[in-house]
């Protein structure tokens, strides 16, 4: 992959991967998901991957892998040219090839044959809890435009992320989204729905989730946080959204917050601005009203 040669760290090389490639490729996805394995609701799909099914995601476009001194496989990455977009998927390191900057330099590679093949999107999905790889996909330019649930869920499972090829790959601090501070510490709501708030506080929001204290874990609910800003779900039997009462964030990166909840499928109900504060209000699932203040003017 001439095109890709000054994209390796030190010590590994990228090239375009070929059909002999695919069980080597298989076994590496297999190692590099183990971890995942009965902790993902619903399993991963990279369980069920094959040489033969590898192969024919080669066709519908192609793959990168890295090779180490020794010559073997130790990441790779998949690409297809779909309508409108050049999908990337199928990322994977070996675990002791981590943090090597291997996914960056295959992601970096899977974008620039997008753009000699004359795409101006790229497109990739995560799980919606899997919140430090949504943010460090993130930092590379990527916004959510959409949310999937998988077949028998009732919640977004999977977030839809796509960057704009003709912008650059950093994003300034200032255009993403994080959170400041926090006004309001709790909400309700219905009994059995802590998944259905996962998606949203961490889906969607991206923030983490807390443990909860020993008195507390057997009561439901969950706990969640984002820089110093900490909310607390409960569950009530005869539960009643708060339309009235909220909670209120102080937030950066306001309007790329917005187009994430938009994507989610949440409202946005415009207010005036606060101290010349941009602010509007939305909701969770369960139709609890939150307000976002824009930390700058």
């Known amino acids: 992959m001439n ?23 298989a076994r590496l996805l297999h190692l590099a998901f183990q971890e995942h394995d009965g902790k993902l609701d619903p399993p991963s799909g990279v369980h069920k991957e094959t040489a033969e099914s590898l192969a024919a995601r080669m066709g519908k476009g192609g793959a990168i ?39 960056g330099a295959i992601l970096k590679a899977a974008e620039e044959q997008a753009r000699a093949k004359g795409y101006a999107r790229a497109r990739l999905a995560t799980r919606v809890h899997w919140t430090e790889l949504r943010r460090y996909y993130e930092s590379r330019g990527y916004r959510a435009v959409g949310f999937g649930t998988h077949e028998g869920r009732t919640w977004p499972t999977w977030v839809d992320l796509e960057k ?11 255009d993403a989204f994080g959170v400041a501070a926090l006004d309001h510490v709790q909400l309700a ?8 708030a996962r998606a949203f506080w961490m889906g969607v929001l991206g923030f983490k989730e807390l ?30 959204a708060a339309r009235k009462a ?44 939150i307000e976002f203040i824009a930390e700058s003017a």
Do not use: M
Request: negative net charge; glycine residues 12%; aromatic residues 8%.
């Open 211 to 240: 443990p909860k204290p020993g008195e507390s874990k057997g009561r439901g609910g969950a706990w969640f946080a984002a820089g110093p800003a900490q909310v607390h779900v409960g569950v009530e039997d005869e539960f009643r």
């Open 189 to 196: 709501i219905p009994r059995g729905k802590e998944d259905e």
């Open 65 to 103: 892998v890295v090779t180490a001194d020794d010559g073997a496989i130790v990441a790779c990455g998949f690409y297809e040219w779909r309508e409108g977009y050049a999908y990337v998927g199928r990322l994977g390191t070996h675990p002791a090839h981590r943090r090597a900057g291997l996914g």
């Open 3 to 25: 095109s890709a040669s000054g994209l390796a760290p030190a010590g590994y090389a990228l090239r375009d991967a070929v059909p002999a490639d695919a069980h080597l490729v």
């Open 164 to 174: 704009d090829l003709a912008q650059p790959d950093a994003v300034a601090p200032g």
């Open 246 to 289: 909220h909670p209120a964030l102080r937030v950066h990166g306001l309007e790329a917050l917005r187009a994430r909840l938009t994507a989610a499928g949440r409202p946005i109900e415009p207010l005036p601005p606060l101290d010349d504060h941009p602010r509007f209000h939305s909701s969770d699932p369960f139709g609890n009203r």
